[in-house]
């Protein structure tokens, strides 16, 4: 913790966790043994002990939302997040310089004082005993005796109301002066010495001084020591019969009317009139549970603690549709896109559905403050992102492609985000299908900051021609691999996409009808469609007059990765063919294409071949074999 709002969000997942635990033990009060009353605040230990949000994910109740968006309505920041680094209390890096930084101060300061003064408890108390005279070791010594409990050093101590244990390392067992202790009294310290229970109370002495100022933990660490000693007077009772199970339950409530203030590595039979009534009450229903109840309550402890521990990620910021801009943007900031996979399908359906929110799910930390102010002046009804008015002619059916996913060193990849466009761009015409004539594109980053990931566009989002559907687009960017032979030039185009979340809703007959799932999948660690695709063309080179001389040329080709050539394709293409397609090249000739899905590791699809292996044939007769190799050291060729 490093600031008033990590400690708010540290203290308020605890809580969460207590409250529950707090009800479970009241349902489970007279079902389950001591043993399993005192364990099950083990739960609450961890959850004190681990960082609150670890790996994005949340406890019971979405608490990073509610202190984002408290932090943004009290301070209109919205460019950083509260993270929990460590479960105790670290100096500030600066002065302290709003209220919140005084705030927490103050709270730092409080917990070094506490647990200052219970460390000076405890040292006071150390070299009181030592002052004080050794006594009744033979009784002590018969009781260890009897019951097979280890002893430790006995001192007498004037004025002393009861027994109790003192120490972890170097125990001492302090008993009152001028009278004879009962035997029961000391067998239940022993037991408290065997069974290292001092250290618990340290345990719980130290959340008193990280928690001191939340009152609902403060009660949790009375019943977490209240439920310590029920579970020793357990033990107690487990080996006595009869009358003096009676007599035990006698002497503890005598003590009942003693004042309590127990110090910090200590143990002792009285902990206050409250308590002890509470620990007479269970005596009262004592019984020896049955062997198959520890299976039982472990079963309970594990089924609670699971899903505590590990928590739940946030996963959907449309549950914040209609709130404030603070719980809006909270919900965004803390929905962090833990892969980039998430992180790209987030950045594209925002620029699908134009919600800033969305974009704010994978924007930098710093573009949140700028991305708080899209909000409209006339409500939160309609929320926009308008880097450009895109959203009218964007065909939302038809969902997004990432061409050409590549790494890009350590933590970073990148590629090229493909929506179909329903009308053409200004200042341009369209010819045939209207919306396979031209995409919006647009050059993205995506890299790691911190724990999240985030999208960088490279460029501002701009027009292409092409058509969405194919499996390969002459108009976007490719890896091209050429070779030459004789009058050709022979040349291969890959291309590799990807997308998430399009989902096919029904066919009938030869038509298929498809629609977006327009929500953002932030952790989703794959594509739902990836393929790659092959081109392949030849190219004339020769002397224009012997041109006639070609009446066909065929080409098999096949991937070469890692030196493994994959399955050959070929196409062949009639050069005698009309030859009227005015303002084209005639030079050029596509030979095949075509592409797929990839099984297996989807993550081969972003792997572009090292070169291409093929065969020629010219009017029908082999040519011999080419290599094809990446030009220009295998960067993308744009068209």
């Known amino acids: 913790m490093t600031d008033l709002w990590s400690f708010l969000l540290q203290t308020l997942t605890a809580s969460g966790v207590a409250a529950l635990l707090l009800a479970v033990k009241a349902l489970l009060r007279d079902k389950l043994s001591p043993r399993w009353q005192f364990a099950v605040w083990g739960i609450l230990a961890v959850i004190l002990l681990l960082p609150a949000g670890h790996g994005g994910r949340y406890v019971l109740v ?331 002619v964007l065909n939302l059916t038809g969902g997004y492609q990432i061409y050409n996913l590549t790494p890009v060193g350590e933590n970073a990849y990148e590629g090229l985000l493909v929506i179909g466009l329903f009308s053409p761009p200004d200042g341009q015409e369209w010819s045939g299908l209207v919306s396979e004539r031209w995409l919006a594109v647009q050059k993205l980053r995506a890299e790691k900051e911190g724990d999240r990931w985030v999208v960088l566009p490279q460029e501002s989002i701009r027009a292409a021609p092409g058509d969405q559907r194919s499996n390969g687009n002459l108009g976007l960017p490719a890896k091209v691999y050429k070779a030459e032979h004789g009058d050709f030039t022979i040349c291969v185009q890959w291309q590799s996409t990807a997308s998430v979340n399009t989902l096919v809703q029904g066919s009938g007959g030869i038509w298929i009808s498809s629609s977006l799932d327009s929500t953002p999948k932030p952790h989703t660690g794959s594509f739902d469609r990836v393929s790659r695709n092959s081109m392949a063309y030849a190219l004339y080179t020769g002397d224009p007059a012997n041109r006639d001389q070609y009446s066909s040329i065929r080409l098999s080709f096949a991937p070469v990765y890692g030196g493994m050539a994959e399955k050959a394709r070929w196409g062949e293409h009639d050069l005698s063919a009309p030859r009227d397609q005015e303002g084209e090249d005639l030079n050029w000739f596509f030979l095949a294409g075509g592409g797929g899905g990839v099984d297996g590791d989807e993550n081969e699809a972003f792997q572009f071949p090292d070169s291409y292996e093929a065969e020629l044939y010219l009017n029908g007769e082999p040519q011999g074999s080419l290599t094809l190799l990446p030009v220009e050291g295998g960067e993308w060729i744009e068209p």
């Open 62 to 392: 979405n608490w990073p939302l509610w202190v984002e968006a408290l932090r943004s309505a009290l301070t209109g920041e919205f460019g950083t997040l509260a993270r929990v680094t460590a479960p105790v209390p670290l100096p500030p890096a600066a002065p302290p310089g709003t209220v919140s930084d005084w705030l927490y101060l103050a709270y730092v300061l409080g917990v070094v004082v506490l647990l200052a003064r219970y460390v000076f408890s405890y040292i006071r108390l150390r070299l009181a005993l030592r002052r004080d005279r050794p006594a009744q070791a033979g009784r002590v010594r018969a009781v260890a005796e009897a019951y097979g409990l280890p002893r430790c050093p006995t001192v007498e101590v004037d004025g002393l109301p009861t027994a109790f244990v003192c120490g972890v390392l170097k125990p001492v067992l302090a008993l009152p002066a001028g009278v004879e202790t009962d035997e029961k009294v000391i067998l239940h310290e022993l037991l408290h010495l065997k069974y290292r229970d001092v250290v618990w109370g340290w345990v719980i002495a130290f959340f008193r001084c990280l928690h001191w100022c939340n009152p609902l933990l403060w009660l949790c660490a009375d019943w977490a020591g209240s439920d310590l000693e029920s579970l020793c007077d357990q033990r107690v009772l487990e080996r006595l019969e009869g009358e003096a199970r009676r007599d035990y339950g006698r002497i503890l409530l005598e003590m009942a009317d003693e004042k309590y203030a127990r110090t910090p590595g200590t143990s002792s039979a009285a902990n206050g009139g409250k308590n002890i009534a509470r620990r007479i009450e269970a005596i009262a229903r004592f019984k020896r549970y049955p062997a198959g109840m520890t299976l039982a309550s472990a079963c309970v402890a594990l089924v609670l603690a699971v899903p505590l521990v590990v928590g739940v990620r946030a996963e959907d910021v449309g549950a914040a549709w209609g709130s404030s801009v603070q719980v809006r943007m909270a919900a965004a900031r803390t929905t962090a896109c833990t892969t980039h996979i998430g992180a790209l399908d987030a950045y594209a359906k925002a620029v699908l559905t134009q919600r800033a929110d969305y974009r704010a799910m994978c924007a930098p930390l710093s573009q949140q403050n700028e991305l708080a102010e899209v909000w409209p002046i006339d409500g939160p009804g309609d929320w926009r992102w308008p880097s450009r008015d895109w959203v009218e």
